[in-house]
């Protein structure tokens, strides 16, 4: 498997993808809220980038819709929003390092690994390019997952679900050239509505238990408790 | 197609009207209403469906499956908006929501029966995940309509859970559709369910299995398999009552519809392979161990809608594994105990509503003597409970003996395990009721105003259907059964 024997507008792609797996990386522990947020729009321009690209390359032409769709909602519009509930929340400077920082990298690396493990009988009869991505978004969804595994915070755990999101999307791009456009809408749509509720929620959150880090939230268990 | 459209788009309209709808009783009938032309649309296409075989068109794709989840799904949203119309009433006046929360509420309620009639409908797989979301999110803010602390977690956890679980299920249907283009060169109609079903033999098998594997975990988040079930407790107890009966009698029921359709296709593609039957295997091993699971934990359980939502776990747990094993006596078994559990789940949350009202309080050991407070509630819960834990003559003993019939057939070894778990949740659920229902009632513990029709309505089809299952229903049934397995039952 030769990278350089590729065509060059393959080659690019496949480097975008690097990027966004590194951006998944770079998510994963980042202290700080409002970089946090910035990763995260690096990561939807980087997105849209790839499916330009393969736009270019496959000639369909719905693809570079999906990819303005993408574009505007994921690099700008939900950053946006999320930027907005940061200084509405007063979490402008709010800053959290990661507990474990050396075991939760070697998780995410496991990840990786385990993503390309999962995708080789799948593809292996295809170009490398199409395995490599393949791979790549596999590992952005699931580092995404261990992004609200270990991060405790409410806005940092809508990030990884935001991130799960943008694998998912390249997913679809890499493997299948982009799904039904009626479907990418509805995505879309649905993915901008969860927005919405999610910033609802931070306030509701806020106001019932004074915080935002979602460890405290455990009333609701099974164990004896003495009631009053 | 009309009826088709016009069951879909009324609840749209209604949606928008009482998002808009300010004096309280209007948006209360207005629900009733609207919940009313969808059943009537839905009867129309069921009868369509007997008559003309199936309905299709526009992407949107009829048969004797789904129109059967469609009556269901349309008949229990109705009369659970029979019930909720003087219950959230008295919710409101009693304070626990203001009055945008009703307006919430019930432009809420119709969202969450166009997404769950648009999930059923659909031939697009994709609309079905973009559906199936789309009723998650419209129920996550009527969970957290009371503001509690507790109802405020039980909103967050649902919504995360059941969001990575749902994106799971899209790398799922990623997958899918990647096998679909392998095999099918229009782009569009790569999704689309009856086109796969036509060709899931030519679909490649290593990527269904993976598929298969993603679509399971994901869409079996949303069922509340184990370990996946974390929500559905909390969720389904935080909630208003009226949410608690349509999410626990109705979406579960629609998420499994989901992994059926996809099982069907995945049983095409491995068909010829050394392991055809891995699909049945996994949603029979998942069955088994949320049946399992929840019937211990209901033990455990110190609130009564807890309770309750642990038990359907253990039902939906014991529905997947009967798809899973497979062949028409334990396909057409896990059609019937859809239906009979939607009536009785719903029915026994409505009643235990009732009961949380009459104590003051969800906690079970503080619930007492309700036989004795309001006899129509403390029956009716004494019923529910009875006709839930698999009771003859109750409709839930006939499917769970088809099951038990099926299972010493094909696999016998496995009757032990299921006839074990029957006997634990049936203890547990008659262990925490018998204090309910015949303790002795605690001083000036009165009366409420309930509306018990609907329950009585529920709970009499459940004993018809354990009676005797008329001719019509058990041949819907049977047709359901054809096209899920490929053989008819009777």
Same mark, same amino acid.
């Given at each position: 498997?030769?990278?350089?024997?590729?065509?060059?507008?393959?080659?690019?792609?496949?480097?975008?993808?690097?990027?966004?797996?590194?951006?998944?990386?770079?998510?994963?522990?980042?202290?700080?809220?409002?970089?946090?947020?910035?990763?995260?729009?690096?990561?939807?321009?980087?997105?849209?980038?790839?499916?330009?690209?393969?736009?270019?390359?496959?000639?369909?032409?719905?693809?570079?819709?999906?990819?303005?769709?993408?574009?505007?909602?994921?690099?700008?519009?939900?950053?946006?929003?999320?930027?907005?509930?940061?200084?509405?929340?007063?979490?402008?400077?709010?800053?959290?390092?990661?507990?474990?920082?050396?075991?939760?990298?070697?998780?995410?690396?496991?990840?990786?690994?385990?993503?390309?493990?999962?995708?080789?009988?799948?593809?292996?009869?295809?170009?490398?390019?199409?395995?490599?991505?393949?791979?790549?978004?596999?590992?952005?969804?699931?580092?995404?997952?261990?992004?609200?595994?270990?991060?405790?915070?409410?806005?940092?755990?809508?990030?990884?679900?935001?991130?799960?999101?943008?694998?998912?999307?390249?997913?679809?791009?890499?493997?299948?050239?982009?799904?039904?456009?009626?479907?990418?809408?509805?995505?879309?749509?649905?993915?901008?509505?969860?927005?919405?509720?999610?910033?609802?929620?931070?306030?509701?959150?806020?106001?019932?238990?004074?915080?935002?880090?979602?460890?405290?939230?455990?009333?609701?268990?099974?164990?004896?408790?003495?009631?009053? | 197609?009309?009826?088709?459209? =016009?069951?879909?788009?009324?609840?749209?309209?209604?949606?928008?009207?009482?998002?808009?709808?300010?004096?309280?009783?209007?948006?209360?009938?207005?629900?009733?209403?609207?919940?009313?032309?969808?059943?009537?649309?839905?009867?129309?296409?069921?009868?369509?469906?007997?008559?003309?075989?199936?309905?299709?068109?526009?992407?949107?794709? @009829?048969?004797?499956?789904?129109?059967?989840?469609?009556?269901?799904?349309?008949?229990?949203?109705?009369?659970?908006?029979?019930?909720?119309?003087?219950?959230?009433?008295?919710?409101?006046?009693?304070?626990?929501?203001?009055?945008?929360?009703?307006?919430?509420?019930?432009?809420?309620?119709?969202?969450?029966?166009?997404?769950?009639?648009?999930?059923?409908?659909?031939?697009?797989?994709?609309?079905?995940?973009?559906?199936?979301?789309?009723?998650?999110?419209?129920?996550?803010?009527?969970?957290?309509?009371?503001?509690?602390?507790?109802?405020?977690?039980?909103?967050?956890?649902?919504?995360?859970?059941?969001?990575?679980?749902?994106?799971?299920?899209?790398?799922?249907?990623?997958?899918?559709?990647?096998?679909?283009?392998?095999?099918?060169?229009?782009?569009?109609?790569?999704?689309?369910?009856?086109?796969?079903?036509?060709?899931?033999?030519?679909?490649?098998?290593?990527?269904?299995?993976?598929?298969?594997?993603?679509?399971?975990?994901?869409?079996?988040?949303? @069922?509340?398999?184990?370990?996946?079930?974390?929500? /559905?407790?909390?969720?389904?107890?935080?909630?208003?009552?009226?949410?608690?009966?349509?999410?626990?009698?109705?979406?579960?029921?629609?998420?499994?519809?989901?992994?059926?359709?996809?099982?069907?296709?995945?049983?095409?593609?491995?068909?010829?392979?050394?392991?055809?039957?891995?699909?049945?295997?996994? /949603?029979?091993?998942?069955?088994?161990?949320?049946?399992? +699971?929840?019937?211990?934990?209901?033990?455990?359980?110190?609130?009564?809608?807890?309770?309750?939502?642990?038990?359907?776990?253990?039902?939906?747990?014991?529905?997947?594994?009967?798809?899973?094993?497979?062949?028409?006596?334990?396909?057409?078994?896990?059609?019937?105990?859809?239906?009979?559990?939607?009536?009785?789940?719903?029915?026994?949350?409505?009643? @235990?509503?009732?009961?949380?009202?009459?104590?003051?309080?969800?906690?079970?050991?503080?619930?007492?003597?309700?036989?004795? +407070?309001?006899?129509? =509630?403390?029956?009716?819960?004494?019923?529910?409970?009875?006709?839930?834990?698999?009771?003859?003559?109750?409709?839930?003993?006939?499917?769970?003996?088809?099951?038990? +019939?099926?299972?010493?057939?094909?696999?016998?070894?496995?009757?032990?395990?299921?006839?074990?778990?029957?006997?634990?949740?049936?203890?547990?659920?008659?262990?925490?009721?018998?204090?309910?229902?015949?303790?002795?009632?605690?001083?000036?513990?009165?009366?409420?105003?309930?509306?018990?029709?609907?329950?009585?309505?529920?709970?009499?089809?459940?004993?018809?259907?354990?009676?005797?299952?008329?001719?019509?229903?058990?041949?819907?049934?049977?047709?359901?059964?054809?096209?899920?397995?490929?053989?008819?039952?009777?």
């Amino acid at each position: 498997m030769n990278f350089t024997n590729l065509p060059l507008l393959q080659q690019l792609v496949l480097l975008l993808a690097a990027l966004v797996l590194f951006t998944s990386f770079a998510l994963l522990a980042q202290a700080r809220l409002v970089s946090a947020i910035h990763v995260f729009a690096w990561q939807g321009l980087l997105v849209a980038a790839v499916t330009t690209v393969v736009a270019v390359t496959s000639e369909s032409h719905h693809l570079y819709f999906s990819a303005a769709l993408t574009l505007v909602l994921k690099a700008m519009l939900i950053p946006w929003m999320l930027h907005r509930l940061a200084r509405r929340l007063e979490l402008d400077r709010y800053v959290e390092s990661l507990g474990r920082p050396a075991l939760t990298m070697m998780a995410a690396v496991a990840l990786v690994i385990f993503s390309y493990w999962l995708v080789l009988p799948m593809v292996q009869q295809e170009l490398a390019f199409t395995r490599n991505i393949t791979a790549i978004s596999l590992a952005v969804l699931l580092i995404g997952l261990l992004t609200m595994v270990f991060r405790q915070q409410a806005v940092i755990q809508v990030l990884g679900f935001m991130s799960m999101e943008n694998g998912l999307f390249l997913a679809a791009v890499s493997a299948t050239a982009g799904m039904p456009m009626v479907v990418e809408l509805g995505v879309a749509f649905d993915v901008l509505v969860a927005m919405v509720l999610f910033g609802v929620f931070f306030f509701q959150i806020r106001e019932s238990i004074d915080s935002l880090n979602v460890d405290q939230l455990n009333r609701l268990t099974e164990t004896l408790e003495d009631e009053a | 197609m009309n009826a088709l459209l =016009v069951m879909l788009l009324s609840p749209v309209a209604g949606a928008f009207i009482l998002a808009l709808l300010r004096p309280l009783s209007w948006s209360g009938w207005l629900n009733v209403v609207a919940s009313a032309i969808s059943f009537g649309a839905a009867i129309t296409l069921a009868w369509m469906v007997a008559t003309q075989g199936e309905v299709a068109g526009l992407t949107f794709r @009829v048969d004797a499956f789904n129109v059967y989840l469609l009556a269901l799904t349309t008949f229990v949203g109705l009369t659970t908006s029979i019930f909720s119309r003087p219950y959230m009433r008295y919710v409101c006046e009693t304070g626990k929501t203001g009055e945008r929360g009703m307006r919430v509420y019930h432009s809420m309620y119709q969202t969450f029966m166009f997404t769950m009639l648009l999930a059923l409908t659909t031939d697009n797989l994709g609309v079905l995940w973009v559906a199936v979301e789309g009723a998650t999110l419209a129920t996550v803010l009527l969970v957290s309509l009371y503001r509690t602390p507790e109802a405020v977690e039980a909103a967050w956890k649902y919504f995360i859970l059941c969001g990575v679980g749902i994106a799971l299920a899209l790398f799922g249907t990623v997958l899918t559709y990647y096998a679909a283009q392998q095999v099918i060169s229009d782009p569009d109609t790569g999704l689309l369910w009856s086109e796969l079903y036509r060709r899931s033999g030519e679909l490649e098998p290593t990527v269904m299995r993976i598929a298969f594997v993603f679509l399971l975990v994901g869409y079996g988040t949303k @069922v509340g398999l184990v370990p996946m079930h974390q929500w /559905l407790p909390d969720a389904h107890s935080e909630g208003p009552t009226p949410m608690s009966a349509v999410l626990s009698g109705l979406l579960l029921n629609v998420a499994l519809y989901a992994v059926v359709r996809l099982k069907m296709l995945v049983d095409g593609s491995l068909a010829a392979t050394a392991m055809p039957n891995m699909a049945g295997h996994l /949603l029979m091993g998942f069955g088994l161990v949320s049946f399992l +699971t929840a019937g211990l934990f209901l033990h455990r359980q110190r609130d009564i809608k807890r309770m309750f939502s642990y038990s359907s776990i253990e039902h939906m747990g014991l529905m997947t594994f009967a798809f899973g094993l497979g062949g028409p006596l334990a396909t057409f078994g896990a059609l019937l105990h859809m239906l009979v559990h939607s009536f009785t789940k719903s029915a026994i949350f409505v009643t @235990v509503g009732h009961a949380a009202h009459i104590a003051g309080t969800q906690s079970i050991d503080h619930i007492r003597g309700l036989i004795r +407070t309001q006899p129509a =509630v403390g029956w009716s819960l004494l019923i529910g409970v009875a006709a839930i834990a698999g009771f003859p003559p109750f409709g839930v003993f006939t499917s769970e003996f088809l099951l038990l +019939t099926a299972t010493m057939q094909s696999q016998p070894w496995l009757t032990l395990p299921l006839v074990t778990g029957l006997v634990v949740a049936f203890a547990g659920l008659f262990r925490h009721l018998h204090p309910m229902v015949y303790g002795v009632a605690p001083t000036g513990q009165l009366p409420v105003q309930a509306n018990m029709l609907p329950v009585a309505i529920h709970l009499a089809l459940v004993l018809w259907l354990g009676l005797s299952i008329p001719g019509f229903l058990s041949r819907w049934l049977d047709q359901a059964t054809g096209l899920i397995t490929g053989a008819h039952l009777l």
